[in-house]
């Protein structure tokens, strides 16, 4: 069992910046793939930025160039990184964990951008 805890959510106005957290704890954090989603109202769950184990990286175009995904192993925390967010980039940002044969999910975090 994967227990996922996510920090850093808030409001920002346009071009602003946000770092959002993800501890992860019940197992091995070196073996996960992890990653970001995200949910706008009345939208589907999208892919934001994925960081495999070994810490290859695969971003949404819609956040290439503004977004940096990032893993800390000695503090089993993962991070993304914001930076000219525009207010389309609001959304409930959620951490995602794939292990062996089972996804786990973070309770989410609100991000709003005010224009």
């Known amino acids: 069992q994967v227990q996922l805890v996510e920090s850093g959510g808030g409001l920002v106005q346009a071009g602003g910046s946000l770092r959002l957290s993800c501890a992860a704890s019940g197992s091995n954090f070196r073996i996960f793939t992890m990653g970001w989603y995200r949910q706008a109202p009345g939208k589907q769950r999208d892919l934001v930025a994925t960081?495999?184990?070994?810490?290859?990286?695969n971003y949404a175009d819609s956040v290439k160039g503004r977004f940096t995904i990032s893993r800390d192993y000695a503090k089993n925390t993962m991070y993304l990184q914001m930076n000219s967010l525009k207010p389309e980039d609001t959304a409930v940002y959620y951490c995602?964990?794939?292990?062996?044969?089972?996804?786990?999910w973070g309770q989410g975090t609100q991000v709003t951008v005010s224009s």
């Open positions: 995602w964990v794939h292990l062996i044969s089972s996804d786990y």
């Open positions: 960081i495999t184990n070994g810490g290859r990286t």
